[in-house]
């Protein structure tokens, strides 16, 4: 039974930080990865989507790492904001019954 | 290219009553998936559309069903709402069943069972 972990639960970091969120899975036989933020009381928003045969993908400040064989994903942030504060949840797709399974989450708060 | 529609986006209802939720894919994609979010569990797979079949089930009492309409279009009810139904219920679609491409996510329908 695949398992997400994220840790810690929370974060408070001074903007203009550049910081990095960690996911762990147990089982490395994954389809993809998926980052999202959420904001509270709103649905998910897909930062970055990591396939299994790639290492990371960018967009603008962020970077998402995938490593299988040791079954961690980072999400980078450079140069935070306080518009970047939120909950950061990654999801892993095994593909073989189509579902995602998700961490509990990372709650960014990031400080003027 | 509009996104995913959840409706109603606020629901209460009373224990012992049901309920039915509504999700419009993004036009193209067959997969449709529901999550419940709670506090305590975070996010918990529900079920998974695909074509009008439901192809997975989570791990949820009977109470909670769905389908999927011919437009792709899905609808989740949820029968005897008890107070622990109390969550947000989010919809996600995808092109295919997810192994090359991501979920786009619904904005949710928050359900208050009192």
């Known amino acids: 039974k695949q398992e997400v972990t994220q840790i810690p639960a929370a974060l408070s970091v001074p903007e203009g930080e550049n910081l990095v969120l960690n996911c762990s899975f147990t089982d490395s036989a994954i389809y993809n990865l998926q980052w999202f933020r959420q904001d509270p009381g709103k649905g998910l928003t897909s930062l970055l989507l990591i396939q299994s045969s790639q290492r990371e993908q960018t967009s603008g400040r962020l970077n998402a790492s995938l490593d299988k064989s040791s079954g961690r994903s980072t999400l980078y942030i450079a140069a935070s904001q306080p518009g970047d504060s939120a909950t950061y949840l990654c999801a892993v797709n095994t593909g073989a019954n189509s579902k995602l399974t998700f961490g509990k989450g990372i709650t960014l708060s990031v400080r003027p | 290219k509009a996104g995913v529609t959840q409706t109603p986006r606020y629901l209460i209802k009373t224990r012992g009553q049901q309920v039915t939720l509504s999700c419009s894919p993004i036009s193209g994609h067959r997969s449709v998936s529901w999550y419940q979010q709670t506090p305590g569990q975070g996010l918990q797979f529900l079920f998974e559309y695909f074509s009008e079949t439901q192809r997975n089930k989570g791990n949820f009492p009977g109470r909670f069903s769905g389908r999927q309409f011919s437009n792709s279009r899905s609808e989740m009810n949820v029968s005897t709402l008890e107070l622990g139904d109390s969550a947000l219920y989010l919809c996600?679609?995808?092109?295919?069943?997810?192994?090359?491409?991501?979920?786009?996510f619904g904005s949710g329908t928050r359900l208050t069972v009192v």
């Open positions: 996600a679609s995808s092109s295919d069943r997810g192994y090359g491409y991501g979920y786009t």
